[in-house]
């Protein structure tokens, strides 16, 4: 499809295990966001990434938490030493076009359920 | 700091009724504004946005107007349908280079029943 694809959809996991959580965006979009969205809140900013480098970590919770996306395409973020407060929807988006107006395309999330 | 706030839901409506969902932010400067929807089994996606002050975002019959003397970003429709039963997520850009960096409130459930 043409869409943004997250993969796996649902992952449970036991605490201190490690995570990668996978996304690709819609061919051609530079820009790709992570964000986290918990149970009954919004989604909350993590890293964004322009073309290979991470333009943006500051909503990174620690240093369990690290995203990478080395050819400027496809992105992974890898979660360390998983906790159960780890335990939320993780969500992709990208963007193309002009940064201060452009529409963020999202993926349907991964869930991650650490136990 | 930046940060929204909308009404709490879920919001049940039946079939032709009138909408509004509430959002206030709280913001230094002069952020963009945008309410993204997520219908089920959907990621979330678009739905209107405005840029400054006055301005009025609209699309498939929903509008919301960027008010700076209330910080308010209402959305509204006069005749809502089945098929918007989905959730609704008020959000504002955390700069203004970078609309992509959003801070959102924490969604209203809204039900519409035939």
């Known amino acids: 499809g043409a869409g943004v694809s997250q993969t796996p959809s649902n992952k449970v996991t036991e605490k201190g295990k490690y995570v990668e959580l996978r996304c690709d965006p819609i061919s051609g979009h530079t820009a790709l966001y992570w964000y986290r969205q918990s149970l009954g809140q919004g989604p909350e900013f993590l890293i964004y990434f322009q073309g290979t480098g991470a333009a943006d970590d500051s909503g990174l919770p620690n240093d369990r938490f690290f995203a990478v996306r080395p050819e400027g395409s496809v992105s992974t973020l890898k979660i360390q030493r998983t906790e159960r407060g780890d335990s939320a929807v993780y969500l992709c988006a990208s963007s193309s076009g002009q940064l201060n107006t452009g529409e963020l395309f999202f993926g349907e999330g991964s869930r991650l359920t650490v136990l | 700091g930046n940060s929204v706030t909308q009404m709490e839901g879920p919001v049940t409506l039946s079939e032709e009724a009138f909408l509004t969902i509430n959002c206030t932010y709280t913001?230094?400067?002069?952020?963009?504004l945008f309410w993204y929807v997520q219908y089920p089994g959907e990621g979330l996606q678009l739905l209107l946005k405005?840029?400054?002050?006055?301005d009025k975002g609209s699309n498939k019959g929903f509008e919301a107007t960027y008010r700076k003397e209330t910080t308010s970003f209402h959305l509204e429709k006069g005749s809502v349908q089945v098929s918007d039963s989905a959730v609704y997520f008020c959000?504002?850009?955390?700069?203004?280079?970078?609309?992509?960096?959003?801070?959102f409130g924490q969604g209203t459930t809204l039900q519409v029943k035939p």
């Open positions: 959000a504002l850009s955390r700069t203004s280079s970078n609309t992509g960096k959003l801070i």
């Open positions: 913001a230094t400067g002069y952020p963009s």
């Open positions: 405005a840029t400054k002050a006055d």
